[in-house]
């Protein structure tokens, strides 16, 4: 499975960003599992874990720390009011996190006549591809323009609002959620901050 992963990757590397593509690439992987990595002989194991991940509850993280984190369950009730949402980061863009964001929607125009939501006005949704060559890519797919169709705002694929600069910042006493691994606190000191991820 992990190989056939690779070789996905590689493929993709290929077709949308030639310069990853000479360090990562099908010739390299071939050579790599020629030699596939086993565990030593007679190596005892502590102990062996099965996940059903179908059991698991999503997480929101934050304000500020990834260590504060409630189950979504919990919050749902609550009814919390959203001011600025982002699909935006160097490491939580890249095609496939755009393809999970924009198949939200697809997948709810597919119930609704192929009519795409619209964000809430009173939400800000910002999204930013990890970088010019994965914002190609989710281009091509026709990701970004379902995003875009929904009400999404685009970022340059750039540091920016994960550091606090630029355009899409938290206002004081604003509600944010964000696609992002990182809860930084000089994008959300003194804001409110909700992190959230998604399954694919």
Request: aromatic share 12%.
């Given at each position: 499975m992990l190989k056939a992963w690779l070789r996905a990757k590689a493929?993709?590397?290929?077709?949308?960003?030639?310069?990853a593509a000479k360090r990562f690439n099908h010739q390299r992987l071939d050579e790599?599992?020629?030699?596939?990595?086993?565990?030593?002989?007679?190596a005892k194991y502590a102990k062996h874990l099965t996940l059903n991940l179908s059991t698991l509850c999503p997480y929101v993280s934050g304000p500020n720390s990834v260590k504060?984190?409630?189950?979504?369950?919990?919050?749902e009730p609550q009814n919390i009011k959203v001011?600025?949402?982002?699909?935006?980061?160097?490491?939580n863009s890249?095609?496939?996190?755009?393809?999970?964001?924009?198949?939200?929607?697809?997948?709810?125009a597919a119930k609704n006549n192929n009519?795409?939501?619209?964000?809430?006005?009173?939400?800000?949704?910002?999204?930013?591809?990890a970088s010019l060559p994965e914002q190609k890519a989710a281009e091509e797919q026709g990701d970004w323009q379902a995003l875009l169709d929904a009400?999404?705002?685009a970022l340059p694929a750039a540091c920016g609002v994960c550091i606090g600069l630029g355009v899409g910042l938290l206002e004081p006493g604003e509600v944010g959620i964000s696609a992002s691994n990182?809860?930084?606190?000089?994008?959300?000191q003194p804001f409110s901050y909700l992190g959230f991820a998604y399954a694919l």
């Open positions: 493929t993709e590397y290929a077709l949308y960003d030639t310069n790599l599992f020629k030699s596939p990595l086993e565990a030593d002989k007679g504060v984190a409630t189950p979504l369950a919990e919050l001011d600025r949402a982002y699909v935006i980061s160097c490491t890249r095609r496939s996190d755009l393809a999970a964001a924009a198949r939200v929607f697809k997948e709810a009519i795409i939501p619209k964000i809430p006005d009173h939400v800000n949704f910002y999204i930013a591809a009400g999404a705002q990182r809860n930084f606190k000089v994008f959300l």
